[in-house]
Every structure is written in C-alpha cells, then in structure tokens.
C-alpha cells in the first residue's frame, strides 16, 4: 500500500525525473534519506518501471502525428505476436492499441513530415497482411504527456 506522500512523490517524479531528492523530500515534508528510502520501495514495488527524458518533438525532427487504424482479418495469438513484432522495430510508431469496435488496431506514428507517410505504411505492410489502414493527421495536439493520475495508485 502506498500513502499519499508516496502518490505525491509520484506526481513530482512524474514533471520532473530529475529533480533532487533533497527538492522532493522538502516538497513532502521528509528527510532525504526517509525520502530517497521511499522512492526506492516504488521503484522495487514497480509503481516506477522507467526515468527517461522526454524530447522536444520539433527539435528531434518528428513534429507530425498520423494515426493510423487497422483492420485484419487474422485474430489469432499467432497474429498478434507476429504484428507485435511487425511493429517493434518501427522506431516511428510510438504507441500501438489493440481495440474494440471496427478498428482492430491503433498505432501512434511521429514522423519528419506527413509524405513521410508512405515510409512508414510500406515498411509495415511488407512485414504482415492488413486488412485496411485508414490514416489520420493530427492538425493540433489540444493534450499531451504522460504523466498519469496517481490518486487510484494502491
């Protein structure tokens, strides 16, 4: 069980991963030790599994954003495996869910410029059988991040 000094600590390794202990442990009223004890029981107890910097999308030449929804006509764990791996090494596509509804598929894909597109898309279609793709531009990112809601953390 976690309490709610731990859901805080959480909230300000999520903004900032690097920010100092001894700066978190002011903001929860602990000591730095208490503190650093405690963001190591949430790294063991897995609620934190990574600390990565977040890039600036422009400034790494990846400011478009097309989504990309999938249909097949396999369902099959064979399948799934086989587009896991399809899409793994795609460094492009960022994020991919599987769906309810009458897409099977949604893949996040982050690219130099949209004609980049077509790149990405034949890569892909070489690799596994796809049923439809349609395709979607992002014209304007209203909410972004991945900063997650720590109060249901239990």
């Given at each position: ?12 390794l999520?903004?900032d991963?690097?920010?100092p202990?001894a ?14 004890r405690?963001i ?11 600390r990565?910097a977040k ?5 790494a ?19 799934i ?37 077509d790149?990405?898309?034949?890569r ?6 796809l049923?439809d793709?349609?395709?979607f ?10 900063v997650?809601?720590?109060g249901?953390?239990?």
């Amino acid at each position: 069980m976690i309490d709610d000094r731990d859901r805080k600590i959480l909230d300000l390794l999520q903004l900032d991963a690097a920010m100092p202990v001894a700066a978190i442990a002011d903001k929860v009223a602990l000591s730095p030790s208490a503190c650093s004890r405690r963001i190591q029981k949430l790294e063991d107890e897995g609620y934190i599994v990574a600390r990565v910097a977040k890039l600036d999308r422009d400034k790494a030449g990846v400011p478009t954003t097309v989504f990309a929804l999938i249909k097949t006509a396999h369902h099959s764990d064979e399948w799934i495996e086989e587009f896991r791996r399809a899409i793994a090494d795609i460094a492009e596509v960022v994020e991919a869910h599987r769906l309810t509804g009458n897409y099977d598929y949604l893949l996040k894909v982050v690219l130099p410029r949209v004609e980049h597109y077509d790149v990405v898309y034949r890569r892909l279609v070489k690799r596994i059988e796809l049923f439809d793709v349609s395709a979607f531009i992002s014209m304007e990112t209203l909410k972004s991040g991945a900063v997650l809601p720590v109060g249901y953390a239990v």
